[in-house]
T-cell receptor, first 111, second 116 residues
Framework: SQQGEEDPQALSIQEGENATMNCSYK?????LQWYRQNSGRGLVHLIL?????REKHSGRLRVTLDTSKKSSSLLITASRAADTASYFC???????????FGTGTKLQVIP | GAGVSQTPSNKVTEKGKYVELRCDPI?????LYWYRQSLGQGPEFLIY????????DSGLPNDRFFAVRPEGSVSTLKIQRTERGDSAVYLC??????????????FGEGSRLTVL
């Protein structure tokens, strides 16, 4: 993608393990968000981190942001089978409200 | 309703036909977005409304695609002379916007368009 990438494209782990997904983008940003999408459904917002923040936690989620490297990571700790879904990062930049999405990571948590 | 509502949930049409997809955002949300998502891909930005005006339509692929939001609430995405390549899930989202940057987007369940 010319806008950004996520890796890995797919990730399969055992229940209880941690899952880490990475996102890279190409522009300066105001904030970066992570979304989750169950198969065939709409996207659900998980967490937002602002450009002046480096780390944020929400329950079992931990997000980091490195604006110098234009990258972010999402860590899901103690994964559960119900975490199986696709995860997308998204960002907006400048004075624009346009929100651009990454390519996504498909996570499978095996019970 | 409490969430973003999109209709129809599924639409099958023939090549060359005209299609309208409707989005009813969360009440009070001034920002409304349309995205297109192909299988296994991330959502692709199409257009963004702030109120009634299209603030950014840079993602519309060509002039067969058009969207309106006449009263600043419900929006309709219109596709003329549909092509098989238009087949995708069309997602709508709404948001409250602050002074700078965008907060959380609330998505509908999408309208799956299949062009035969």
């Amino acid at each position: 993608s010319q806008q950004g990438e996520e890796d890995p494209q797919a990730l399969s782990i055992q229940e209880g393990e941690n899952a880490t997904m990475n996102c890279s983008y190409k522009t300066s940003i105001n904030n970066l968000q992570w979304y989750r999408q169950n198969s065939g459904r709409g996207l659900v917002h998980l967490i937002l981190i602002r450009s002046n923040e480096r780390e944020k936690h929400s329950g079992r989620l931990r997000v980091t942001l490195d604006t110098s490297k234009k990258s972010s990571s999402l860590l899901i700790t103690a994964s559960r089978a119900a975490d199986t879904a696709s995860y997308f990062c998204a960002w907006n930049s400048g004075g624009y409200q346009k929100v651009t999405f990454g390519t996504g990571t498909k996570l499978q948590v095996i019970p | 309703g409490a969430g973003v509502s999109q209709t129809p949930s599924n639409k099958v049409t023939e090549k060359g036909k005209y299609v309208e997809l409707r989005c009813d955002p969360i009440s009070g949300h001034t920002a409304l977005y349309w995205y297109r998502q192909s299988l296994g891909q991330g959502p692709e930005f199409l257009i963004y409304f702030q109120g009634t005006g299209a603030a950014d339509d840079s993602g519309l692929p060509n002039d067969r695609f058009f969207a309106v939001r006449p009263e600043g609430s419900v929006s309709t995405l219109k596709i003329q002379r549909t092509e098989r390549g238009d087949s995708a899930v069309y997602l709508c989202a709404s948001s409250l916007t602050g002074d700078r940057g965008t907060g959380e987007l609330f998505f509908g369940e999408g309208s799956r368009l299949t062009v035969l």
